[in-house]
């Protein structure tokens, strides 16, 4: 099973698959992160999400099984990632980050380091990602939510 997380916001877009396969082990799929400058246009940032996903999304063998988006208060921004979504007629959530934060770093103000940490947990490193806003380990964290609604014990 793959879920995705999807972390955006205006001047970065962090996405990320996680595959569980039933046991203990989680394994990262693939993961990309789009730096958007920025960037105001909903239709541009659209294709900057369409080109991502079909960069990164490739997986012999498994199909996604669905995605888990950040709340976020640039609701353009999610309608693109659910459009991408949709266009695959792949099944997501909406989650704020304070349910990512209690549900994987132990309590709602747990921070992007604490996140982080716990996706360390599972072998799961993007070096250098914290400088830059954590943006894939965040990702990582609603992949992780979203594999936990589907049974995985976090």
């Not at 879920?3 to 394994?27: C, P």
């Not at 996903?53 to 659910?82: F, H, N, Y």
């Not at 993007?126 to 976090?154: I, Q, R, W």
Request: glycine letters at 14%.
């Amino acid at each position: 099973m793959i879920v995705v997380g999807f972390d955006l916001s205006h001047t970065r877009a962090g996405v990320v698959g996680l595959y569980w396969g039933g046991k203990w082990t989680v394994k990262l799929v693939f993961s990309n992160v789009i730096s958007l400058g920025g960037m105001k246009s909903a239709k541009v940032y659209g294709r900057a999400l369409d080109a991502l996903w079909a960069s990164t999304v490739k997986v012999p063998g498994e199909s996604i099984d669905s995605a888990v988006i950040e709340r976020i208060p640039q609701g353009e921004l999610m309608g693109c990632a659910r459009g991408v979504l949709e266009k695959r007629n792949i099944p997501y959530i909406l989650i704020s980050s304070t349910q990512t934060k209690k549900l994987v770093g132990g309590s709602g103000k747990a921070s992007k380091a604490d996140v982080a940490r716990v996706v360390r947990g599972y072998g799961i490193e993007f070096p250098g990602d914290e400088g830059l806003g954590s943006d894939l380990y965040d990702a990582a964290g609603h992949a992780l939510v979203g594999l936990s609604k589907k049974g995985m014990p976090l």
